[in-house]
């Protein structure tokens, strides 16, 4: 963790590499891939400050860390994570609507305890941080405390956060229900409280559509009327039983996806994991609205949920973000959420690059959260949240890495085989908020 003072100028020599825009799905060509290898990015009061070559240091007033021969990158953002849901990542042997009820909410039931709140939500934003996540979008729980624990946790290590209480009005166990006005109420007052405090955004968060009465939704949109700015997540066609339920709840609406957009909930802002079962009408929906995916392929495979069409979300022009979803997801480093990506892909005969993952982990998800202007790039100006790898962590990886012709391959094998033992150090505005500890784990054999 890092002192109680900012160091005004630090300095870091490593190999830069970030986007200047939107690389493409497949065939990994150089356009919009930024690298620079053997650079200095120079970081004055929390911000980017320049970038200039290996060979010309910052003079002797900036603090300067040499990393050579290490990859250094925008810190990551994960668009879709239940901060609650640490106690059931791995739960065995069901699909998702069996492994809600039977995982899930209970666990989510123990957050309305405020201690048991606080204590998760410290470990959670550790663990993001551990994995090279600097920027996350997040379910608590229904309980307004997981929230006020969650805000806090970000708010001490300055990090950029998009949450807001979940609601839930039905088909849900009690103690994990709220009803219309309560929810009203208790959002109304996070909003005042959390909205806009230093990188805290709030997020109207209906968990799905079957867990919400039509008023809920109805209220859940005109809170997205009443605060401009404020962000909305929900869940979306992730699996057959599920979308087939919500027909049969909501036999008016067109889709899935509609029902949200009835209920005023679909806007630049909007966040909507999963998104496997939607058809074109759907995408261009999402497209004309400026609402993403937030594309969870960890959980996908996990829980058996299917395989997201990604190049039809690139044909419609509609945004895509990549997500952990732990605990559907089994882990919290976006590497491996990439590397299951490529996978799911290759199961629909793309073969995702590896500049378009990590573009979808940085300035695409920053992009599509309209803050690219903060977060996502190695651009003068941004804060510096960054996170610095070894390229290769074991004797199999630092093999392929020596072998490796073009940066591309270089890439995507750091991408297919590295996960948070490649991490040295995280920083959120410009301060140490992860370092490695113990041995070198680019020396450890594995
Ligand atoms: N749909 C509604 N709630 C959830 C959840 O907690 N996780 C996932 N993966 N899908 C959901
Ligand atoms: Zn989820």
Not at 1 to 17: E, Y
Not at 49 to 72: I, T, Y
Not at 298 to 318: H, T
């Amino acid at each position: 963790m890092s002192g109680a003072h900012p160091i005004p100028r630090r300095a870091l020599r490593a190999d830069l590499l970030d986007f200047t825009g939107d690389p493409g799905l497949g065939a990994p060509g150089l356009g919009m891939v930024r690298h620079r290898p053997d650079h200095w990015l120079l970081i004055e009061h929390g911000r980017i400050a320049a970038v200039q070559p290996g060979a010309r240091p910052p003079g002797p007033d900036w603090l300067c860390e040499d990393h050579r021969g290490q990859l250094l990158t925008p810190g990551l953002i994960d668009t879709h994570v239940h901060s609650v849901q640490l106690d059931v990542i791995a739960s065995y042997g069901s699909e998702l609507l069996d492994w809600l009820e039977r995982y899930t909410f209970p666990a989510e039931a123990r957050h309305a305890d405020a201690a048991h709140a606080r204590e998760q939500a410290e470990t959670f934003a550790d663990a993001l941080l551990a994995h090279g996540t600097t920027s996350a979008v997040v379910f608590p729980s229904v309980h307004a405390t997981s929230v006020d624990a969650l805000f806090g946790a970000a708010q001490r290590r300055g990090m950029r956060l998009i949450t807001g209480k979940v609601l839930m009005d039905r088909h849900a166990p009690e103690g994990l229900r709220d009803d219309v006005s309560q929810a009203q109420a208790q959002c109304q007052a996070l909003i005042a409280r959390w909205h806009g405090t230093d990188r805290l955004a709030y997020a109207v968060t209906p968990r799905f559509a079957a867990t919400s009465t039509p008023e809920q939704l109805a209220m859940a949109g005109a809170l997205l009327q009443l605060h401009a700015g404020v962000y909305m997540q929900t869940h979306v066609a992730e699996s057959r039983a599920e979308v087939a339920w919500i027909a049969r709840l909501f036999p008016e609406a067109r889709s899935y996806l509609d029902v949200y957009h009835r209920a005023g909930l679909l806007n630049e802002r909007a966040v909507l994991a999963h998104g496997i079962w939607l058809d074109d009408a759907d995408r261009k929906l999402l497209a004309d609205t400026g609402a993403q995916v937030a594309h969870s392929p960890s959980s996908n495979l996990f829980l058996g949920s299917g395989l997201f069409d990604w190049q039809a979300m690139v044909d419609a022009r509609a945004e895509v973000s990549l997500a952990s979803d732990v605990g559907g997801g089994t882990s919290l480093s976006m590497l491996r959420t990439m590397a299951d990506a490529y996978r799911v892909q290759a199961l629909r005969g793309v073969r995702l690059s590896a500049f378009k993952a990590l573009h979808s982990a940085t300035l695409g998800a920053a992009r599509a959260l309209k803050l690219e202007h903060e977060i996502g790039s190695l651009e003068p100006g941004r804060i510096a949240d960054v996170t610095l790898w070894d390229w290769a962590a074991g004797s199999v990886a630092r093999s392929r890495d020596a072998l490796a012709r073009d940066l591309h391959e270089r890439l995507f094998a750091w991408m297919m085989l590295a996960d948070e033992r490649n991490l040295v150090t995280t920083l959120v505005a410009g301060r140490t908020q992860y370092k490695r500890r113990g041995n070198d784990a680019g020396a450890l054999e594995s």
